[in-house]
Nanobody
Framework: QLQLVESGGDLVQPGGSLTLSCVAS????????FGWFRQAPGTEREGFSC????????YYADRVKGRFTISRDKAKNTVYLHMNNLAPEDTGNYHC????????????????????????WGQGTQVTVSS
C-alpha cells in the first residue's frame, strides 16, 4: 500500500527546533522527489523544501534557507526536515509530498503555484510556534 506518514509536529517556542519525519511505504523512493509543503490559514500552498531522493539535490525557499535542512535516509525509507530558529511565521500544517519528478525546483515552485495534483500528499503534522 502506498502511503506517507508524517510525525514530529509540536508546539514550540520561538527560537526552538523541531525535526519532522516522513516514512514512505509501498514504492521505490529513488524514482521520486520529496518535499515539505506548508498550509496556513488564508494562504496558498507553499513548497519550501524539496529533495531528489536519487541524487540528493535540494531546493529551499528563501524563507527557510539557512534554518531548515531536508534530508533522506534511503535505508529507512524516510525523509526528514530539521528546523532550527523557528519563528511564529513558520506556523502551519506541514505535509510530506512525493512526486515522480526529477526537478526539485519544479516540484517546490512551478507545480506548487498551480493546481497540480501531486502523486502522494500526506495528512500533515501541525507545527505551531508561539510563546
Amino acid at each position: 500500500q502506498l502511503q506517507l506518514v508524517e510525525s514530529g509536529g509540536d508546539l514550540v517556542q520561538p527560537g526552538g527546533s523541531l525535526t519532522l519525519s516522513c516514512v514512505a511505504s509501498g514504492f521505490t523512493l529513488d524514482y521520486y522527489a520529496f518535499g515539505w509543503f506548508r498550509q496556513a490559514p488564508g494562504t496558498e500552498r507553499e513548497g519550501f523544501s524539496c529533495i531528489n531522493i536519487k541524487d540528493g539535490s535540494t531546493y529551499y525557499a528563501d524563507r527557510v534557507k539557512g534554518r531548515f535542512t531536508i534530508s533522506r535516509d534511503k535505508a529507512k525509507n524516510t525523509v526528514y526536515l530539521h528546523m532550527n530558529n523557528l519563528a511564529p511565521e513558520d506556523t502551519g500544517n506541514y505535509h510530506c509530498v512525493a512526486d515522480s519528478i526529477t526537478s526539485v525546483r519544479g516540484m517546490c515552485v512551478e507545480r506548487a503555484s498551480g493546481t497540480y495534483a501531486y502523486d502522494y500528499w500526506g495528512q500533515g503534522t501541525q507545527v505551531t510556534v508561539s510563546s
